[in-house]
């Protein structure tokens, strides 16, 4: 039988400031005034502690294994002091690339892509509610200006994708992974377009039906239970968006999802996809066990590609790329804002979760959960992933541009619209 790399008679390795531990037989470490406590169970725990992994300690606590205390910005603090080395950097071998991909084509088919959208996102609509804005928008916010409020920035956030895609009342328009409606709505009471969404999530295909019936928008606003790979084509649309949704279409599927986005699009029409990138060239998760722990708890089949690669295969698709931005700033304080939201409200949200599938998996859900969100956010904030908004267009040989002769497409080739 093989022997715990720690015992109760091994060396302890030095705390970080910050940090205090309580020991399997009681002991105390740290100062007493320590900000963040682990309380240990196990000796394996501290094992896992000297070495780093932080995404084994995630899953004991979320197991009830270990015992966590503290706010949660100090925990993520003490973080990034606990690991071995930057975990946007994989040292990859020449076969960890083709092992990517058989998995990538084994996670992503049309079955289990909507097994995965409903771990995630039919956990419950009331417990997102908590801590998302009234209008549910689950994707990076745009702070305009500083001083916004959450629920201004993602207001913001849906002028501003709207603004980039230049729509016009009477369009065509396509939000893939429409979530609970806030850009379809957006778009459609705003400025007017005749909107189509389509989602796998089966609870935010009822919300966003719900409040399409409550607006009186049927004729002009639709939304579908379908796969993007679904969609049919003999249907064009002016604009199309797609918005925190391709980190779950997996890079052996890239070249089809972008394809099919462009066989959708009118010639001369914009598409924007709106996603998290990695920080690294080449890791497709983060390191220290902290990939492995999102893919178990929160989003299963979930990849991230650098944006360096989501280029290529835009272009390949025969999209031609007009603007780029990195967010990754403003999805540090969205996901902080989600954090602290949630964490004001840990009593209520352990009884919505309750209710909807007892104590036990509430309670897993919830420790899950505020990891995630401010883990995310200490991600964003140190550059491990980002975040791109990519405006693309189908270029057309024969498009008519009414400024700029070759332009191929209704977009300006000026930032000046957008702003």
């Not at 991600?379 to 191929?408: M, N, Y």
Request: glycine share 10%; aromatic share 8%; hydrophobic share 40%.
């Amino acid at each position: 039988m093989s022997q715990p790399l720690l015992t109760a008679t091994s060396p302890l390795p030095s705390l970080p400031a910050g940090i205090a531990l309580q020991l399997p037989q009681g002991q105390q470490l740290g100062a007493p005034d320590a900000p963040v406590r682990l309380l240990l169970s196990n000796w394996s725990s501290m094992a896992r502690l000297k070495a780093g992994q932080i995404g084994a300690l995630a899953e004991e606590y979320v197991e009830g294994g270990l015992q966590l205390e503290g706010a949660m910005r100090d925990v993520m603090r003490a973080v990034t002091q606990l690991l071995p080395g930057n975990p946007a950097q994989n040292q990859s071998r020449w076969w960890s690339g083709l092992l990517q991909r058989a998995q990538s084509l084994t996670a992503h088919t049309l079955a289990r892509d909507a097994a995965q959208i409903e771990f995630h996102y039919d956990v419950s609509d009331a417990f997102y509610a908590l801590w998302l804005d009234p209008r549910q928008v689950y994707s990076c916010a745009y702070y305009r200006q500083p001083d916004m409020a959450l629920a201004q920035a993602q207001e913001a956030k849906l002028d501003h994708i709207c603004r980039k895609l230049m729509l016009q009342p009477g369009e065509h328009f396509l939000d893939i992974g429409a979530g609970w409606g806030a850009l379809l709505l957006w778009a459609a009471e705003h400025y007017g377009v005749n909107a189509t969404g389509i989602t796998l999530s089966k609870n935010q295909h009822a919300h966003v039906q719900q409040l399409i019936d409550q607006k009186g928008l049927g004729q002009r606003v639709h939304i579908q239970l379908q796969d993007y790979r679904d969609m049919p084509e003999d249907r064009l649309f002016d604009k199309i968006s797609s918005v925190g949704m391709f980190e779950h279409v997996g890079q052996a599927n890239m070249a089809a999802y972008f394809g099919k986005i462009r066989r959708l699009l009118a010639p001369g029409g914009l598409a924007l996809n709106h996603g998290i990138t990695a920080g690294g060239l080449k890791h497709r998760e983060l390191g220290a066990g902290m990939g492995q722990f999102i893919e178990k708890y929160i989003f299963p089949g979930g990849e991230l590609l650098h944006v360096s690669d989501v280029l290529a295969y835009l272009a390949g698709a025969g999209l031609e790329m007009v603007d780029t931005e990195n967010l990754r700033p403003h999805y540090a304080r969205t996901l902080w804002a989600w954090s602290d939201a949630l964490e004001s409200r840990l009593d209520q949200a352990r009884q919505v979760l309750t209710c909807d599938g007892g104590a036990k998996r509430a309670e897993k859900i919830l420790r899950a959960y505020r990891l995630y969100l401010a883990g995310s956010a200490m991600s964003f904030e140190q550059g491990w992933i980002s975040l791109h908004q990519v405006l693309a267009a189908r270029p057309a040989s024969d498009f008519k541009a009414e400024t700029l002769k070759g332009a191929q497409s209704v977009y300006p080739f000026s930032r000046d619209y957008i702003y």
